[in-house]
């Protein structure tokens, strides 16, 4: 069973395709669960706005008519990728209060200032220091918490190329990693395998299987697949490598979200 939990739609900033196109191109990949997870981005002092809820609400118009269209082919879902919560907590309480969504993905994007990780030039002096900034904005998001599943804790790594003569690695920092994982654990919180590593320049899933094998140490009971993708040919990607490494991990099965419920997959 193939489950895509973490997909964007023209209704991200980032984002061209349609959702009935996305349900098509999933369906003829064989992809059974799709979440359409568009950003929603809580920024330091941008308030929540009128343009923002029709965009959503956009959205989850167009999932609303591809479900009647798609049923019996895909269970589509409508989930929301919530970006920082913790540094506008204003902002993320009116989108989570006016809209239903299935799953909701938080996944940090920005430091503090609104700096877009992405923007950051990462060099070998400053990773350690930048590592470090995404590792404490992390621990304030689930300290938030307002959200399923932590989404690409990997995310960082994706502008590590300049900095590491190999691949990126979080070794050298288990005890944050766990203090990350262990705050998961008593938030009955998932972990996503997010596969775009794959398409990027490291080739890889960003996830190291240390860290799945510590959150089934300590008691994590979700993990969810999603290939982040942006482009209806991404959709379902590096889904059986993400199987493989969740294997190699010890877990015998991944989850996705339905009406803010866990369901569980056996691989």
Request: charged share 30%; with cysteine.
């Amino acid at each position: 069973m193939l489950c895509d939990t973490h997909t964007h739609s023209k209704y991200s900033f980032d984002g061209a395709e349609s959702i009935e196109d996305m349900c098509l191109a999933a369906i003829e990949k064989g992809v059974s669960v799709l979440t359409i997870t568009d950003h929603s981005e809580a920024m330091e002092q941008v308030p929540y706005n009128d343009i923002e809820r029709a965009r959503i609400l956009g959205a989850k118009e167009e999932v609303e008519a591809a479900r009647i269209k798609f049923a019996g082919k895909i269970d589509l879902l409508f989930g929301c990728e919530l970006g920082q919560p913790h540094m506008n907590p204003e902002y993320a309480k009116k989108v989570l209060e006016e809209f239903e969504f299935d799953y909701i993905l938080g996944s940090l994007h920005f430091f503090k200032g609104n700096v877009d990780l992405y923007d950051v030039k990462y060099t070998p002096e400053n990773v350690d220091f930048y590592i470090k900034t995404y590792f404490a904005e992390t621990k304030e998001m689930i300290e938030h918490g307002k959200f399923h599943t932590l989404g690409h804790l990997d995310y960082i790594m994706r502008r590590f190329k300049d900095c590491y003569s190999g691949l990126p690695t979080y070794k050298g920092y288990e005890d944050t990693v766990e203090e990350i994982l262990q705050m998961l654990v008593d938030r009955d919180m998932g972990l996503e395998i997010n596969t775009s590593g794959l398409r990027k320049w490291m080739g890889e899933l960003g996830m190291e299987v240390w860290v799945l094998e510590m959150y089934r140490k300590l008691g994590g009971k979700y993990i969810t697949i999603g290939s982040d993708a942006h482009a209806k040919q991404d959709i379902g990607a590096g889904f059986d490598n993400a199987c493989k490494l969740i294997k190699t991990a010890g877990f015998s099965e991944f989850t996705y979200f339905k009406n803010s419920e866990p369901i569980k997959v056996s691989i």
